[in-house]
């Protein structure tokens, strides 16, 4: 079982729909939890970050963190054309962990 | 945010020459830096974690004399792709660890060997 799951999409959705993207992980230890947006050809870029459980929002996004559960969840409010990327999930304790990461393409 | 660099950001080779990659947080001292590698629709795979000072930690499978990696400073780490085979070919990406302890990435390199 690899420590971080995420499911590669592809994820298709019209403009304005409200986006959803998880990962689960096994290592309880994790206590760091981060989200990247990559696009084509660029490196991945920090969108949001969150210590622990709960929830963070920042404009449109909103993280979060169900360690009871070992759930991280994104979401995407409003989606437009520029979210079209790939949103790698990651964790740490002393090593990062990546999740495979999901395509994203909203449709205008 | 934090900014971490990467030069060349896009490098051909010929198969059996060397190539370097540089990294280098531009505003913060990063005394953990890490080297991925990333091919087409795959997620990254870490390669190596660079301690400046020390020799870098290589993750398994990863040659660590095809991939030599020097942290000489707090805000350079360099990858250097030795004797590059066309199946080197990839995105190479750095990321820095911040004295608080955020991961920043640099850009990436694509890396073509022909």
């Known amino acids: 079982q690899k420590e971080v799951e995420q499911d590669p999409g592809p994820l298709s959705v019209p403009e304005g729909a409200i986006v959803s993207l998880n990962c689960t992980y096994s290592?309880?230890?994790?206590?760091?939890f981060m989200w990247y947006r990559q696009y084509s050809r660029k490196g991945p870029e920090l969108l949001m970050y969150t210590y622990s459980s709960g929830n963070k929002e920042d404009g449109r996004f909103t993280a979060q963190v169900d360690k009871s559960s070992k759930y991280i969840s994104l979401f995407i409010r409003d989606s437009q054309p520029s979210d079209s990327a790939t949103y790698l999930c990651?964790?740490?304790?002393?090593?990062?962990?990546f999740g495979a990461g999901t395509r994203l393409t909203v449709k205008p | 945010g934090a900014v971490v660099s990467q030069h060349p950001s896009w490098v051909i080779c010929k198969s059996g020459t060397s190539v370097k990659i540089e990294c280098r947080s531009l505003?913060?001292?990063?005394?953990?830096m890490f080297w991925y590698r990333q091919f087409p629709k795959q997620s990254l795979m870490l390669m190596a974690t660079s301690n400046e000072g020390s020799k870098a930690t290589y993750e398994q499978g990863v040659e660590k004399d095809k991939f030599l990696i020097n942290h000489a400073s707090l805000t350079l780490s360099t990858l250097t792709v030795t004797s590059a085979h066309p199946e080197d070919s990839s995105f190479y990406i750095c990321?820095?660890?911040?004295?608080?302890?955020?991961?920043?990435f640099g850009p990436g390199t694509r890396l073509t060997v022909t």
């Open positions: 290592n309880s230890a994790f206590q760091y």
């Open positions: 505003d913060f001292q990063a005394t953990t």
């Open positions: 990651a964790m740490r304790h002393n090593d990062m962990r």
């Open positions: 990321s820095a660890r911040s004295p608080t302890y955020e991961q920043y």
